[in-house]
Every structure is written in C-alpha cells, then in structure tokens.
C-alpha cells in the first residue's frame, strides 16, 4: 500500500526575475516542475516518516516581445511570418500548456505557479477560478471593475452587459501529478499594438486591454506585483517567503 503524505506544505517561494527571454523562463520552470514531480514518485515509496515536503514556487516575471501557442491553439491565430516577426522585435514559441495564442511583453506581468496541488486543494477548475479571483481583486484595488465570461477563461472588463467586452489576463496552464506550470499573464503597462498581429485566444470578436489604458496612466508594475501577491497568497493560504 502507498504512503499517503501526512502534511501540507503552504510555504511558498516567491521568486522574481525581472524581464527574461521567454525560453529561459520556460526551461526554469520545467527545472522546478520536474524536480517537484520527481520528488512527488519518490514519497509514494517512502514511509509517512520519512516523505519530504513538495515545494511551491511563484515566479514573477516580463518577458521580451514573445507570441506562444498552446496545444489546443491553431497556427493560422498568428498573424505574421518569420520575416515580420523578426520586424517587429518578436519570437514565436510552440508551448506545453493549455489554450490559444497569447502575446507577452515588457509592460505585462506574467505569474508561473509552480506548486503543488496536493498541498492546497486537487481541484484544476478552482486553480483557475482563484488565480482570476486574484486578478480580479487586484484590479479593484484600483477601482477597475472585472469578471469573468461564461465558457471563457481570464479576466474581462465590461463582463456583465459585454457591449464591449476586453480581456486584461489570459491564463494558461499545464498541471501533472497535480503538479502546475505556466500561469497567468497581465496587461499592466502593455504595448496593446502586439495583440494585432494574433488573434488573441483564437477570440476574434472581442477585445484586448491594460490597466493603463483603462486609467490613462502609467502604473507602477512592482505595486501592481506586490497587490496580485498579496491577494494570491490570501487566496491560496500560502505562507510566503522571497527568494
């Protein structure tokens, strides 16, 4: 019979790296994805006693101008070919998580969880559902209302009436053995001009915006940061410590 593990480690390492090539992140990410993982296969054959605790990281990070496609995405939602990309200062990355196309880029505060679900709850749906519910209280923090849509994952302004309904945070996710990665992106201070040449999330018919654009001012990312942390960490009941 298996050994089931007897705690529940909260503690969370919250690591930033500032802005970093999208394929360095990634590789960082499946690093301590696969370690996580691994350490998961070798408690099953421990006894209670002698099982270590997974750890959870949260990565916070800008990337330079980047175009990622997740599995389910289509290839045609990229708008541009390699001679554009390459006018436009932008690489483009086929990716191991769920959903379309997205864009990042200087300006968008991108959030990789790399935690393990076993310490919080196993539930994907409530993953996503608090990592929006996170978003969603940052932005009132700054009086921006937000929300969700129906069959629609992320966070959007005008989400009730939807006469002109804007997405502010995407999501994106991979999760085994209860294990995630890859996560959410948010346009704080984003070059929204990116977003044209994709049709973002395979969604064509509604579109894309930042908190700048929605208060008509720059915003401080670290402040932006420390708030989304703040209110993942309440969330989740981490306990949190800095890198």
Known sequence: MQATAAIKNKTTQVISLGLIDYQEAWDYQEKLFAETVALKI????EPVDRQRPTPNYLLFCQHPHVFTLGKSGKQENLLVDDDELKEIGATYYKINRGGDITYHGPGQLVVYPIIDLDNFFT?????????????????????????RIDGLTGVWLDFEEQKNPRKICALGVKSSRWVTMHGLAFNVNTNLQYFKHIVP????????????????????MEEVQQRLLKNIASLFEMNLVTA
Do not use: F
């Open 201 to 220: 999330c395979g969604i064509d018919d509604k579109a894309v915006t930042s908190l700048q654009q929605e208060l008509e001012l720059e915003v401080s």
């Open 123 to 147: 539930d994907i749906h409530k993953y996503l559902r608090l990592l929006e519910e996170a978003v969603i209280m940052t932005l009132a923090e700054y009086g921006v209302s937000a929300g």
């Open 42 to 45: 070798k408690n099953r054959d």
